[in-house]
C-alpha cells in the first residue's frame, strides 16, 4: 500500500510539476530561419500598402508579436507599449509587427482609435501564426520573436503577459545590437 501511495504521489508531481526542460512548444527555435509571410495588414503611416511579407523588412530588426484580439484590454496595453517605444525602438533599426487573426478594418480601427503607429497584420486563418507555434484557434497566442537583419530567430517570448513586454523585448534588443 505504501509502495502505491508513493508511486501515485511520484506520478502526480511528475504530471502537474513538468517545468521548461521537459515541456515543449512548436514555435521556431532561437537561430532557426524565421518563417516567411505575406499577410494582408493595415499601418496608417503607409497607407498605399496593404500586404507585407518578410522580406519588407530585410537588414532590420523585427520584432513579431502575435496577440488574440484588437480592442481587449491585454491585447491594447500590449500594443500600446509597443506605440509608446516605437521611436527607442527605431533607434536600434528596428520595426514592430503585431499579428492577429483581426481584419484589415478592425485593425484600422484599433490603430485609429488607440493610436498604434506601427503595422497590424491580418491572420485569420491561424496560417502564419501556426508556422509560429502561436495558433490556438480561433485566436493567436500571445508570443514574441526578435528576428535579426538576416532573418534568423534571435529571441523568442512565449505566452508573455502584456504588462511591460515592448520594454522587455527593448532591452534585449539593446543587448544583441
Known amino acids: 500500500m505504501r509502495n502505491l501511495v508513493v508511486s501515485i504521489l511520484i506520478s502526480f508531481i511528475f504530471l502537474f510539476n513538468c517545468n521548461s526542460a521537459i ?10 530561419i524565421a518563417p516567411n509571410f505575406q499577410l494582408e495588414g493595415f499601418n496608417k503611416n503607409i497607407k498605399s500598402k496593404n500586404i507585407w511579407e518578410l522580406n519588407d523588412f530585410q537588414g532590420k530588426w523585427l520584432v513579431i508579436y ?16 509597443f506605440s509608446e517605444l516605437k521611436k527607442d525602438f527605431s533607434k536600434y533599426n528596428a520595426e514592430i509587427v503585431g ?27 491561424g496560417i502564419i501564426s501556426d508556422k509560429y507555434g502561436s495558433w490556438i484557434p480561433p485566436f493567436s497566442d500571445r508570443n514574441t520573436f526578435l528576428i535579426s537583419p538576416e532573418g534568423e530567430i534571435s529571441y523568442r517570448w512565449i505566452s508573455v503577459l502584456p504588462l511591460n513586454h515592448a ?3 527593448l532591452n534585449v534588443l539593446k543587448k544583441k545590437i
Request: charged letters at 30%.
Open 99 to 125: 499579428i492577429s487573426a483581426d481584419n484589415q478594418d478592425s485593425h484600422e480601427s484599433f490603430c485609429s482609435e488607440k493610436s498604434i503607429n506601427y503595422t497590424l497584420l491580418s491572420d485569420p486563418e
Open 23 to 32: 515541456a515543449f512548444d512548436f514555435a521556431p527555435e532561437v537561430g532557426d
Open 66 to 81: 502575435f496577440y488574440p484580439k484588437d480592442f481587449t484590454a491585454g491585447c491594447t496595453l500590449e500594443a500600446k507599449g
Open 167 to 169: 520594454k522587455e523585448v
